[in-house]
Nanobody, 127 residues
């Protein structure tokens, strides 16, 4: 059974950093693309970053570029999202997601492309 579990969320002041981890069980995480999404209250779920399964290519939403970094630890079956220079508008519930099907890089930000999701973890950026 495929299961994704996020960890590392919490509260931080503006300008601070958080590291989110997504750990998989039930399959080899390294064989598939993995993405992070977020959803703020009253807003649609949006793609944050994605790491591919082959060369480890990475893709970022415009708001994340330069501040967020996605990486993979295949030995730990984990994908990490390092978030720096956090802003109040980064407040949301963050989800990791993956698919065992093919993923077009141009569609990485579409939630409909992913079939497996974690339960989500809240991130609050506030002074």
């Amino acid at each position: 059974q495929v299961q994704l579990v996020e960890s590392g969320g919490g509260s931080v002041q503006p300008g601070g950093s958080l590291t989110l981890s997504c750990t998989a069980s039930g399959f080899r995480f390294g064989d598939y693309a993995v993405a992070w999404f977020r959803q703020a209250p009253g807003k649609e779920r949006e793609g944050v970053a994605c790491i591919s399964n082959d060369r480890g290519s990475t893709y970022y939403a415009r708001f994340a570029g330069g501040r967020f970094t996605i990486s993979r630890d295949k030995a730990k079956n984990t994908v990490v999202l390092q978030m720096d220079a956090l802003k109040s508008e980064d407040t949301a519930t963050y989800y990791c997601a993956t698919t065992t099907g093919g993923l077009w890089s141009a569609s990485w930000y579409r939630a409909s492309e992913y079939e497996y999701w974690g339960q989500g973890i809240p991130v609050t950026v506030s002074s």
